[in-house]
């Protein structure tokens, strides 16, 4: 991951901003106190939390692994009127 000293980083802010955003590689800034921080796209952090918000219901990452497996011919087909 690359580093840059919070000092460098408002120089650069607009051109760190969108290299962010265009490679998806989070950025650390780093500061003289030891209290770093990260900078990641909005893209990337919305993935983050749907990612954690799914792991955090139960059975789910183990029915996403299990279909992943199912061969693509065996699922059922989506009809936009049915009910769950």
Known sequence: MIAI??????EKI???????????QP????????????LISEEDWN???ETLYLNSIQGMTES?????REPLEECPVYVQDEEW
């Open 5 to 10: 000293s919070v000092t460098k980083a408002r």
């Open 14 to 24: 607009y051109q760190i901003l969108a290299d962010v955003n265009n490679t998806s």
């Open 27 to 38: 950025i650390t800034i780093t500061n003289n106190r030891g209290k770093n921080g990260v």
């Open 47 to 49: 993935a983050i939390q």
């Open 64 to 68: 996403i692994i299990e279909a992943g």
